[in-house]
């Protein structure tokens, strides 16, 4: 038997994420994993990351679903918009990948899940209702998803060089 530093990296290199710098609330919940169930085989570890992700897209998702009714009073619901599912295939690596519309995201890391959530929430509001959503309210611009201090934001290209970061994506969340 290794020790959780050990396990830890072969999981993932079985994720291909072992060159990557994963935010601290992912390694937090692989040591919980360890600490409660042992050495995972890699198999049942690339399953119960891919359910992970897919759980956390679905909530990512109604927090989305609810800030678009609230900013416009369009409802994201039916069958217009698969909102999400996930595929494996063995091309991509061993891990599902979660997909919304055209975008998707395979690792389990709230800020990521979220933005991506909202990225393709955004695509099929302007596709199918044909508007921008959301809109800066200092610029009247439309926003893109951004990440700052490890929060999905809407960012406006408005006012300053960069622009600016003008809500988090989770309205919940105060910056």
């Not at 918009?81 to 990948?97: A, E, H, L, S, T």
């Not at 998707?104 to 695509?123: C, I, R």
């Amino acid at each position: 038997m290794s020790d959780f530093p050990d396990w830890r990296n072969r999981m993932l290199r079985a994720v291909w994420r072992q060159d990557e710098d994963l935010p601290e609330e992912v390694l937090a919940w692989m040591s919980e994993t360890y600490d409660e169930f042992g050495e995972l085989p890699e198999g049942e570890f690339c399953e119960l990351w891919t359910t992970r992700t897919f759980s956390m897209a679905r909530s990512a998702f109604e927090v989305i679903r609810n800030s678009v009714f609230d900013d416009t009073e369009k409802r994201i619901a039916g069958e217009e918009f698969c909102y999400v599912n996930y595929f494996r295939d063995p091309d991509f690596g061993p891990v599902g990948v979660v997909r919304f519309n055209s975008v998707e995201v395979s690792t389990p890391d709230w800020a990521e899940v979220l933005g991506t959530v909202a990225e393709g929430v955004q695509e099929f509001v302007m596709d199918y209702y044909v508007m921008v959503w959301p809109v800066c309210s200092r610029h009247s611009l439309g926003m893109h998803v951004d990440y700052f201090q490890d929060t999905a934001v809407w960012k406006c290209g408005g006012g300053l060089e960069d622009g600016h970061v003008a809500r988090a994506v989770d309205p919940s969340i105060r910056l």
